[in-house]
């Protein structure tokens, strides 16, 4: 993982401004990339059309690597609960 080099896909979906993933996030953009994959700025769609104040969220996209290591689950959701802290 520490030769992570980001492809501009996921699966079959070109990673690009204004796509929708799973019929819920449109992609706005880039943000950065990290040994775990890549991060994007999207919109929640189904926030957006309830009027939230802030339907903003960020999409990570693993890289294929990912799930070949055992503790790479483990560090992923300790990330999350690090960032869930500073929010």
Known sequence: MENFKPEPQWGDIKLESGIII???YRLEEELGTGS????WKAI???QEQGDARD???AIKFLNQDFKQ???ALKALVREFQRYQRVT
């Open 22 to 24: 799973r019929n819920k």
């Open 55 to 57: 339907s903003h969220v």
């Open 36 to 39: 775990m994959g890549l991060v």
């Open 69 to 71: 290591h055992p503790d």
């Open 44 to 46: 929640d769609l189904i």
